[in-house]
């Protein structure tokens, strides 16, 4: 049984007219779109075969070519198990290299379409832009930006980086937020490995001296001590190069460090900077500029990059030569010939949040200045009790200290016998466990509250109040409602979300 479309019956009915000398060849070529030659030879196949000529001789035949079905299956398994976050070009790579697996990208694309596994490229935006060329020579624009993102484990982490605009050579670092002081670290680690450039390109984020800080910040001051300008860009796509390569690093750097079991910041910038940025950032992504002059220029000897890339603060001497800095006193250990008083100090915190106190370039020592405390409303009712005690202890006569002190005999007595079991500290207020307010909520209301608002998480407190006195007649503050909260700690609706999970899984 021949099976044949309309394209094919149509074929056998023009051959087998030509046969029988109703079509010239001529015609018949006409009919169906082909050449003389190949209706001579449908002809010559069909005077020896019949009409079987128009089945094609690797009909129901397996390609040469074709790939065997347990290597489609391995690989399939490989993408739902181990390879689930990763692109196809990324994919295909890693097959290579890890499992030494080739397979053409078309065949890769339709076994993971397969099994409907397929990670799918970002939303692109639909406003057109008008595409801005590279510079022409390395060191002439460089974009700076951090990227917050879950990049290995469980918690997020900030990858802050800088790029060069013209060969996008890039560098970076992760750090536990954007902060200033890891700015400064990855533009001081950039400039020390290949000198001062010209201009920065930032957004407007206070951390680089945008309208929040009221165009001043710590970065901004060192570039501009360093004579580097800073450009502010009006929107994420003006600094496009950073933004996309950040792209790159979450769509290939995170699955890398996941297959790595890389947990830890210390190991993830370690594989950042001497695996993925060496042998995959440098080889593919990094292009030749147009200019080969470079527009670097090295760091001038009169300039320390420790001094410069560091966070500065200023505060005003005291007449005694102390100063205040991080709600702590310190006293200017330093030998000075003359006073300093009135003036400013320069204090600089590193990375390690400890700092140094400079004046006009010097280095000085500075101690902490321990200042007495004041003594607690517990500790002045120990002294009383105290020296009600040496009183009886002077006079020898008990009752007479009880009644120049107002104490009673038998205070006096107890409080001696506290000391003799506990010592002195036996004196202080002792607050039993079980006490309990007699303006505390009634335990049965505090339960109602508590299942009415797991019930109803996204009510607030005075929502809460509101619903509890119409719906159960319990007359409630506000207040109250908090209060029972915070002592349940469900105080906002992520923890009453948490409370409420967590006893569902109990029960």
Request: proline share 3%; with cysteine; net charge positive.
């Amino acid at each position: 049984m021949i099976k044949m479309d309309s394209k094919a019956q149509l074929t056998v009915d023009v051959i087998s007219k030509v046969a029988e000398g109703k079509i010239d060849i001529v015609n018949a070529a006409k009919l169906l779109n082909k050449s003389r030659r190949t209706i001579e030879r449908y002809l010559k196949k069909y005077r020896k075969v019949g009409i079987q000529f128009v089945v094609h001789q690797n009909t129901g035949k397996s390609p040469a070519n074709k790939t065997c079905d347990s290597l489609k299956l391995a690989v399939q398994n490989l993408i739902k198990e181990k390879y689930f976050d990763v692109n196809l070009t990324h994919l295909r790579e890693l097959l290579q290299d890890n499992e030494g697996i080739q397979v053409r990208r078309e065949t890769l694309r339709s076994w993971a379409h397969e099994i409907h596994h397929v990670k799918r490229a970002k939303r692109r935006r639909s406003q057109a832009r008008k595409r801005r060329e590279r510079m022409e020579s390395p060191g002439l624009l460089l974009q700076m930006d951090g990227s917050p993102h879950r990049w290995f484990g469980d918690k997020k982490s900030c990858l802050i980086a800088i790029i060069d605009d013209a060969t996008s050579e890039i560098h970076a670092e992760f750090f536990k937020s954007e902060t200033t002081i890891g700015c400064l670290k990855v533009l001081r680690d950039y400039i020390s490995r290949k000198g001062v450039f010209k201009a920065l390109y930032v957004d407007k984020a206070g951390i680089f001296g945008g309208p929040k800080r009221c165009n001043f910040s710590q970065v901004q001051r060192a570039c501009s001590e360093l004579g580097i300008e800073i450009i502010f860009a009006n929107s994420p796509q003006g600094k496009g190069r950073i933004e996309r390569s950040f792209d790159t690093f979450q769509d290939r750097l995170v699955p890398e460090l996941r297959l790595n079991n890389i947990q830890d910041m210390d190991s993830a910038n370690r594989y950042l900077q001497d695996v993925f940025i060496p042998s995959f950032w440098r080889n593919q992504i990094e292009v030749m500029s147009r200019n080969e002059d470079s527009e670097f220029a090295p760091v001038p000897v009169h300039i320390d990059l420790d001094e410069v890339c560091v966070a500065k603060d200023y505060r005003k001497i005291r007449s005694d030569h102390t100063f205040s800095y991080g709600n702590k006193f310190y006293l200017i250990e330093s030998p000075l010939k003359h006073s300093i008083a009135k003036q400013k100090i320069e204090i600089r915190t590193g990375q390690g949040g400890s700092f140094e106190a400079y004046f006009a370039g010097r280095h000085l020592e500075v101690s902490e200045v321990i200042e007495p405390t004041k003594p607690s409303m517990y500790d002045l009712d120990i002294q009383k009790k105290l020296e009600v005690l040496e009183l009886a202890e002077k006079l020898n006569n008990v009752s007479e200290a009880a009644r120049l002190s107002g104490v009673s005999r038998d205070t006096i007595y107890r409080h001696r016998k506290l000391i003799r079991e506990g010592g002195v500290q036996a004196l202080k207020r002792q607050v039993r466990a079980d006490h309990i307010h007699k303006n505390r909520t009634d335990q049965e209301v505090a339960t109602t509250v508590i299942e009415f608002s797991l019930d109803n998480p996204h009510l607030g407190q005075v929502q809460v109040s509101n619903q509890l006195k119409k719906h159960y007649q319990i007359k409630l503050s506000a207040s109250g409602v908090r209060y029972v909260w915070l002592r349940e700690n469900m105080q906002t609706c992520a923890l009453r979300l948490q409370k409420k999970e967590a006893l569902s899984t109990v029960i």
